[in-house]
């Protein structure tokens, strides 16, 4: 399957001038089975793209959230990050952090695939208020893991952005998203031990996590 070649272009309902592109078809990630891959490779990686995704990211963040001290950046979202960063700071969300400007920091997983921060970077999360940045999520079981970690070195977790989402909360918490479900007709995402596809014997076209996708055929 040439999934490249396949890709359709999709717009964001509240900027056009963001854009994902999505493939049809039998894709596998880490914790579910989707009919569609989500390419957000352009937002994650090209600085117009993040500048412009980060824009409308805080228009609706700020619709919600008064106060963000750290972006916590999953998946390779760093430059959006610090995009993101850079526009809320000059929109009406505050931060406390006495040095008056935001933390961008990663968490690292551990070989329990469990997520931590190391002692240099626990200041940016203990007594702050985090904003979890995610490029897609289906299931949440990611994020709930980084708010778990999140609230163990005692930060709050003040909302969540997704370039791409199917769900609008995790584990509570509000989600902002760039897209939705409802923005790619037909996608559809299941448990990997209860796929239609797979029972009806429909090859895995890829492999997919926050770094991309591996083709199987």
Sequence with gaps: MDIQNRMVKFQAQADPAVTINACLGHFATGNSHTNFYI??????MRLNEAREAAKTMCG??????????TIVCLDGTEVLGACLADKMEKSNIRTVNKHETMYIVSPEENSMHQYIFRDNNRMAIEGKNVLILVDTTSTGSTVKRVIECVRYYGGNIAGISAIFSVMDKIDGVKV???FTADDIPGYKSFPSHDCPMCASHQKIDAMVNGYGYSSLR
């Design 39 to 44: 390419d957000v490779s352009r937002v994650k």
């Design 60 to 69: 609706l963040i700020q619709s919600g959230v008064d106060v963000v001290d």
């Design 176 to 178: 902002f998203s760039l």
